[in-house]
């Protein structure tokens, strides 16, 4: 079976990643515009209607329009952007994070793709918070360095242009990035957490990471038990694996040029203090690898077909 797929927004970083791993696949006909009809509104819509399966690459704004340009029941869509990942109607393309996602997911008309660094922290605290271990109340903190490619092409000129900026600089400073409701929602967390990301001078790699103070919590849970849950969680999943924490070689390269994602328990036994770590690909898992593990899962193909783990 073959289906067709257009990329809205594929000359975007994103786009560009998903058009790589779609690319010379024989189940797939991806349908293009040249560069002079990019623009051209009219072949755009007929695209959107044309395709099985469209993957919107796009600012949210010009998300939320390409989705009222689909005048059919047929084309169903994976949105890339922010823009319906907290929305009504929209099945959240996390496959791993609830029993039953895969099926929701494939049965689903619109899935929105999940962002980068949600899939870390959600891949981490959401199954502590289903088992009990973690609080839902809980005021949760987390910390995340990214590549810069994460930031567009904008970003990428910027950083490797003749002016580079600092080797890390933290943003996001007012505490409202526009990420943090899509952790909210998914962890299901009474509050919102405090999330502190920071970019550095790396082109492509993530590190997510969650502490936690298990001492203080009703259940006191142990290092083993979260990892033990952890490990429960993904024991099925090809692309997201639990690892034994070695010290001090957690890097952010680890799993940058894959679609897996890497999740790992450290910390102090004595003191019952966590650090929970994810490392993943912002461009793999984090964008390009899960729009097209979700493609793979709406279109009945080998949920990895394509990836690179």
Aim: charge should be negative; include cysteine; proline fraction near 7%.
């Amino acid at each position: 079976m073959t289906v067709k797929v257009f990329i809205d927004g594929a000359a975007g970083t994103t786009g560009l990643e998903i058009g790589d791993r779609l690319g010379g696949r024989d189940d797939i006909e991806l349908l293009t515009l040249s560069e002079s009809r990019r623009k051209d509104a009219k072949a755009r819509a007929k695209l959107l209607n044309d395709a099985d399966f469209v993957i919107l690459c796009l600012p949210d704004d010009a998300a939320r329009e390409a989705v009222t340009l689909i005048e059919n029941s047929h084309t169903r869509v994976i949105d890339a952007s922010t823009a319906h990942r907290v929305g009504e109607g929209w099945t959240y393309g996390f496959p791993e994070l609830e029993p039953g996602q895969m099926t929701a997911i494939a049965e689903a008309s619109r899935v929105s793709n999940p962002g980068c660094y949600p899939t870390g922290f959600l891949a981490l605290v959401r199954p502590l918070v289903r088992a009990g271990l973690i609080p839902v109340d809980w005021p949760i903190s987390v910390n995340a360095v990214s590549g810069y490619s994460g930031g567009g092409k904008s970003m990428i000129a910027e950083f490797e242009g003749p002016n580079p900026p600092p080797a890390a600089r933290p943003y996001a400073l007012g505490l409202a990035h526009k990420h943090v409701p899509e952790m909210q929602k998914h962890a299901r967390l009474e509050h919102l957490p405090i999330f502190t990301p920071s970019v550095v001078n790396t082109y492509r790699g993530m590190i997510v990471e969650v502490p936690l103070p298990l001492h203080m919590f009703v259940r006191r849970p142990t290092l083993v038990a979260c990892e033990t849950v952890l490990r429960e969680a993904y024991r099925d999943s090809p692309i997201v694996r639990v690892v034994e924490a070695d010290a001090d070689t957690v890097a952010i390269e680890d799993d940058a040029g894959t679609d897996r994602l890497t999740l790992r328990v450290c910390g102090n036994a004595e003191t019952g203090q966590a650090r929970l770590i994810a490392t993943l690909d912002n461009l793999g898992k984090g964008a390009a690898g899960a729009a097209v593990q979700n493609l793979n899962i709406m279109a009945g193909f080998d949920p990895v077909a394509g990836l690179a783990l």
